[in-house]
């Protein structure tokens, strides 16, 4: 569940255009937080962290709770990198309706 809720909103985030207000809002205050807001792959890292915190809290900071907090934090990048994947090959028609759309628009300029 978390590796589709961390996907779905990394990719909500960085791709559509119902966040672009957000993209343009950030992306002027550094670099590298331009690559992390348009990158799905990039936001999904933080996204799914930010779950596995609140969902996995330790009951004490153990060696093996932090190994297995690094396994499953990688084991859901893993299935979120398969779902990005899924997605993008969804969305593939759309960006290019929207690309198509956006051209059309300068070219009537």
Not at 10 to 18: P, R
Not at 40 to 67: D, G, K, N
């Amino acid at each position: 569940m978390i590796a589709l809720a961390s996907a779905s909103i990394s990719f909500t985030i960085s791709t559509t255009s119902i966040f672009l207000w957000l993209r343009e809002l950030v992306s002027p205050l550094h670099h590298k937080i331009e690559e992390l807001i348009h990158c799905p792959w990039c936001l999904s890292h933080y996204v799914s962290l930010f779950f596995l915190a609140i969902f996995m809290t330790p009951r004490s900071f153990t060696f093996e709770y932090c190994s297995y907090f690094i396994l499953a934090w990688f084991s859901v990048q893993g299935v979120v990198g398969l779902l990005h994947y899924v997605y993008l090959r969804a969305y593939e028609p759309v960006a290019i309706s929207e690309a198509r759309r956006h051209i059309n628009k300068q070219n009537k300029k």
